[in-house]
């Protein structure tokens, strides 16, 4: 499930920049859960932060909900 999920953040944060080729969207498991890490530009990091944090925040509340229904801690970090 993991793989599904980085799969569909990916499609997601394609689609909110300009620049889809140069998204990267990473998993890593340790011992707190699994951490997402979403890598773009720099000139993309404000489409994807949005205005006052609240695209970043829509997409941690989605992170949220699956991790929940998963039944794990999941967490999501922009760079």
Known sequence: MPKALQDVLAG???SLVD???KV???SEENA???VYTVS???EER???IGRQGRTVRALRSWVH???LKRGTHMTL???
Do not use: R, T
């Open 12 to 14: 997601i944060v394609c």
């Open 19 to 21: 620049q889809p080729d």
């Open 24 to 26: 990267l969207v990473s």
């Open 32 to 34: 707190s859960g699994i």
């Open 40 to 42: 773009v530009p720099a």
């Open 46 to 48: 404000g489409k994807l």
């Open 65 to 67: 909900a699956a991790s």
């Open 77 to 79: 970090e922009i760079s």
